[in-house]
């Protein structure tokens, strides 16, 4: 079982990236899946969250509004659109499935390998 993130990079403040989370190992079909991040320093944080079916979805009142999470359950593959990057959305992002993830709680069942993204002023 394999979550595996890419995408990150390093980008000016105000543009865009978008980050995909690919799983091996099994489908997740019946999981929500999202993403965190954790900046230098700072414990990791909920970003984002798509339920199985891709019609609900939840965002960290930092990222609303710029930020959209979507998936293709073809391909088994999560995506974090990032519009409006700022400097403090700098972190480690990391992908995560698990079937309680649209819970207050958002603990994951799985966690996938993280991706840096760095914004720069």
């Known amino acids: 079982v394999q979550l595996q993130a890419s995408g990150g990079g390093l980008v000016q403040a105000g543009g865009s990236l978008r980050l995909s989370c690919a799983a091996s190992?099994?489908?997740?079909?019946?999981?929500?899946r999202g993403w965190f991040r954790q900046a230098p320093g700072k414990e990791r944080e909920f970003v984002a969250v798509?339920?199985?079916?891709?019609?609900?979805?939840y965002y960290a009142d930092s990222v609303k509004g710029r930020f959209t999470i979507s998936r293709d359950s073809a391909v088994n593959t999560v995506y974090l659109r990032m519009n409006s990057l700022k400097p403090e959305d700098t972190a480690v992002y990391y992908c995560?499935?698990?079937?309680?993830?649209?819970?207050?709680?958002?603990?994951?069942?799985?966690w996938g390998q993280g991706t840096q993204v760095t914004v720069s002023s």
């Open positions: 190992g099994r489908t997740f079909s019946s999981s929500a």
């Open positions: 798509i339920s199985r079916s891709g019609g609900t979805t």
């Open positions: 995560a499935a698990g079937r309680n993830l649209l819970l207050p709680t958002r603990q994951p069942d799985y």
